[in-house]
């Protein structure tokens, strides 16, 4: 294991070897070029340089390049080449070269270069190829230093408001963000100024302007196509030291298609497992570990919908279509008001919206699974978008039987979302979408397993006027197993679990003056849960039915909100959020004698409890603070401490979501989740935002967590309080975060130290675990770092690096054997006290665009790759089986040898 990580080391020293290599390199121009055209020769220039050029293609067609170059400056190159041609040029101090026909193109314009408006308000501003280089005069003169700039972002592609993009004035390090309909309104100083503006998708457009007094700017923005050159500025760079709140980690779907991916699919989670603090304790499992919390603490959350089991095949692939997303936050801290239910994190994927000017759509063919989407205007205020994902798993099953005795194995998955929105005025619109996914699978002909997740929602949004808007929503998440076991008809049954929630909400964003955003609201969610039944299959059967009673609850939030900014080095954001929970009727529960433990021995009777009757209630406030105080334009301190409160629980005895977890309801016998979290965390950006660096440290507590007795039986339990052990726990860590935004070489580098901790409580009569100290949890890995180097070698061709480690998770081992009555028993460890083996993977990929023309038919890329390219065994799992006597260990592992992968994906 050594090698391997002085093998990792070695890789990040050679990362900022050639970043410094590559900064202190000369820009001079050296190369043999004989007769070329213009076009191969700057895309040979800007494979060397930092150069980056701008021209139509019109402009230079024909023109070719025939010299040779040794060390040359580009001015006399360019001059060769030009000589006798009526082209022109202009070098900007960002090395952008802009190659115009006739007249030279001024990179500095004089403040009336451009005619200011006769209103002082400038109007719509379209796309063309030098449209972020003119500078617009905005306003007319008058007195203040300051001026108010108010405008919609609207996307290129399709003239669709864009909500979440930033709007940041690149001097003054002011930022706002657009609403639900695009809107935005910033105030900065007046004078010549830059304006960027950025999707979440990870696009940016810049704006030169010269802001005399107040008006109007409306910008559109490029999604899916870069419009002139490189990305300058990513979203986490303009808010990675401004916005108040810590912990909070943001991904666009650009970025994720870059990583390498299992069978090449683009995959969100696995994205945002790339970041400090994320990790999972299984391979290949969508299911992950934020912050030493276990993985059903993390709310998932698709637009308004919770997705309860978001993976497919095995936990190979993840729910969510990448080409239905617009982009993810994932809240490890600094967790708004307005959101709840989970103890660890709420992993926000905002879906894309249909576009308005045409019918477009986009898809993907890969190895194991294809996917198609649509989406364009129906009529002139109502837009929709589709798409769908299915695989063909089985061909890879089949050839692995050469290998592996796979019996009668298959697998499928198929899933099926989209949205329609109807647009009735300026002020109001109404969306519906909808979710769902199917899973089905089986390892051998005995037994089926499947399961399927029921997303649906409406929502609507008002905006009353400038400073109030308001979203209320109302719909159902749904999940559903079942195991079919038909082989052998005397034993052959069915068993099944489902949930079910109906959800209202209520949300209001009010800004207050220039210092004050509000958001506040009601959230409410009724629960129907079947935790289990077990039914005869077939005529033959002799399977005895059983069922656990249905549960019920009701469990509503209110929450405030406030956004604050004291003065430009302070600003605040803190809320409240207040839960109260009911467990509900029809229900008929035992009653334990009082102060003994919830053993059968001790039940002295039992309680009955009506349809609808309140059974028990719990309440209790959320605290929600963060803050940052600026310590200069590129730096600033920001700290949080959160509370969180859960009332559904996971039973399951695996370290990863499986499809056959049951979740619980908190009753009289299980109390609701607790904790709370305390955060610190330093953030700088350096060389004008191209590089960010963060380091936060945190500390959480855990009350009222759940464990397991030895042996407990989880599976068809209807007491299932006298096998939950109750258990604290706490976590600490650090983590240290710092990416590469710009240049030809980027990434990002990612370590956490953390650790996460559990004890039987004290109180606990039935057992304690390990004599009641605390020991390490299924998912306590002190050691994870990321490697994520991205180089681009042309704008259409770049290839990754993805490199991870992390210490192996705590297993329980046999140690020895005794006997006992007669008989030979085994005698474990401590819960815990070993570890498997250190993980450690390398991947890599190619990504292959066409060309980035925006009047296309179609816009096709290739992603190659493979997928653990060392070849690597990592220990998923370590079990034991009897054979001659003796206990064998075994060691599995999922992906023992490198996976290639290919994929083809389009967008027209």
Avoid: C
């Amino acid at each position: 294991m050594m090698r391997f990580k002085k093998y990792f080391i070695f890789l990040l020293i050679t990362f900022f070897a050639v970043q410094l290599g590559y900064g202190q390199a000369e820009n001079r121009i050296t190369g043999f070029f004989p007769g070329i055209s213009f076009e191969r020769f700057v895309e040979l220039v800007e494979k060397e340089t930092p150069y980056r050029f701008y021209f139509k293609e019109s402009d230079v067609a024909g023109l070719t390049v025939n010299l040779q170059a040794s060390k040359d400056k580009l001015e006399d190159v360019l001059g060769v080449i030009f000589l006798k041609t009526d082209l022109k040029y202009s070098i900007s101090g960002e090395k952008e070269v802009f190659v115009s026909k006739g007249e030279k193109f001024q990179v500095d314009f004089l403040s009336n270069y451009f005619q200011a408006p006769t209103s002082g308000v400038s109007g719509s501003v379209g796309q063309d190829e030098f449209v972020r280089n003119r500078r617009y005069v905005i306003g007319i003169p008058g007195s203040g230093s300051e001026a108010k700039l108010v405008g919609v972002v609207k996307s290129l592609e399709n003239d669709q408001p864009i909500q979440g993009a930033i709007v940041y004035e690149k001097e003054s390090m002011r930022q706002t963000i657009t609403d639900q309909g695009g809107k935005y309104e910033i105030t900065i100083p007046k004078g010549y100024k830059t304006l960027l503006v950025q999707n979440i998708g990870g696009y940016t457009e810049q704006r030169l302007l010269d802001i005399q007094g107040d008006g109007t700017l409306d910008l559109n923005i490029g999604e899916g196509v870069f419009s002139l050159n490189e990305v300058v500025v990513r979203s986490g760079a303009l808010t990675n030291v401004s916005r108040p709140e810590m912990g909070v980690q943001s991904l666009s779907v650009q970025q994720m298609r870059k990583l390498p991916a299992v069978m090449g699919e683009v995959d969100i989670i696995k994205g945002i497992l790339t970041m400090p603090g994320v990790n999972t304790a299984g391979e290949a499992s969508v299911g992950f570990n934020v912050r030493g919390g276990a993985a059903d603490q993390n709310l998932i959350l698709l637009d308004q919908n919770t997705l309860f089991n978001p993976s497919h095949l095995f936990g190979f692939f993840s729910a969510v279509n990448s080409d239905m997303v617009q982009g993810v936050e994932l809240y490890k801290a600094g967790v708004p008001a307005s959101l709840g239910g989970r103890l660890s994190s709420v992993l926000q994927v905002t879906p894309k919206k249909g576009r308005t000017d045409k019918i477009g759509g986009s898809g993907g063919i890969g190895p194991m699974t294809s996917r198609l989407s649509l989406d364009g205007p129906i009529g002139a205020n109502t837009t929709f978008i589709l798409g769908t994902r299915l695989t063909y798993s089985d061909w890879l099953l089949d050839a692995l039987q050469d290998r592996i005795d796979l019996g009668a194995s298959r697998a499928f998955f198929a899933d099926l979302n989209g949205s329609v929105e109807h647009r009735f005025s300026e002020t109001d619109a109404i969306r519906v979408s909808g979710y769902f996914s199917k899973d089905e699978f089986q390892f051998d002909p005995d037994t089926v397993y499947s399961y399927s997740n029921q997303n649906f929602a409406v929502s609507w949004t008002h905006y009353f006027n400038d400073a109030i808007e308001a979203t209320f929503s109302a719909g159902q998440d749904g999940y559903d197993f079942l195991v079919q076991s038909e082989d052998n008809p005397l034993n052959s049954y069915q068993y099944r679990f489902d949930i079910r929630q109906q959800f209202l909400k209520a949300q209001f964003r009010q800004e207050k003056g220039d210092r004050h955003i509000l958001t506040y609201g009601v959230h409410g969610i009724y629960y129907q849960l079947n935790p289990g039944r077990i039914n005869p299959f077939g005529p033959e059967s002799i399977v005895i039915p059983d069922q656990v009673a249905s549960e019920k609850a009701m469990d509503w939030s209110f929450f405030l909100g406030d956004e604050y900014e004291v003065n430009e080095q302070l600003t605040i954001s803190g809320g409240l959020r207040y839960n109260l929970y009911r467990f509900l009727g029809p229900q008929t529960l035992p009653v334990y004698a009082p102060g003994e433990a919830f053993l059968p021995e001790n039940i002295t009777g039992e309680t009955t409890y009506g349809n609808g009757d309140n059974v028990q209630t719990y309440h209790g406030p959320e605290f929600r603070f963060s803050a940052r105080y600026t310590l200069s334009n590129w730096s600033s301190i920001k700290a949080g401490v959160n509370s969180m409160r859960q009332n559904i629980h996971l039973l399951s005895n695996s370290s990863v979501i499986t499809p056959t977890d049951t979740w619980k309801l908190s009753d009289p016998f299980l109390k609701p989740q607790r904790g709370i979290q305390y955060a610190l965390g330093y953030f700088r950006n350096m060389k004008q935002s191209m590089y960010e660096l963060s380091a936060e440290v945190y500390y959480r507590t855990m009350q009222n967590l759940l464990d397991y007795r030895s042996g407990a039986k989880i599976v068809l339990n209807d007491r299932i309080e006298q096998d939950v052990l109750v258990t604290q726990g706490k976590a600490y860590g650090a983590e240290l975060y710092l990416r590469k935004l710009q240049g030809k070489l980027n990434g990002s580098i990612a370590y956490t130290y953390s650790r996460s901790l559990l004890q039987t409580d004290p109180t606990e009569r039935k057992e304690q675990i390990n004599r009641s100290e605390w020991y390490p949890s299924n998912f306590d890995q002190p050691h994870n770092a990321n490697l994520v180097m991205n180089y681009e070698l042309s704008r259409r061709l770049n290839v990754t690096l993805a490199g991870k480690y992390s210490t192996g998770r705590p297993v329980t081992l046999p140690i020895a054997k005794f006997e006992y009555g007669g008989a030979e028993r085994v005698f474990f460890s401590d819960r815990n006290s070993f570890r498997v083996p250190d993980y450690f993977r390398m991947d890599f990929s190619i990504n292959l665009e066409g060309n980035h023309k925006v009047k296309k038919l179609a816009h096709a890329s290739w992603s190659f790759g493979v997928y653990n390219v060392l070849g690597r065994d990592n220990a998923y799992s370590i079990y034991y089986v009897p054979e001659g006597g003796k206990l064998q260990g075994y060691q599995l592992a999922i992906f023992a040898e490198p996976i290639p992968f290919i994929t083809y994906n389009f967008r027209f």
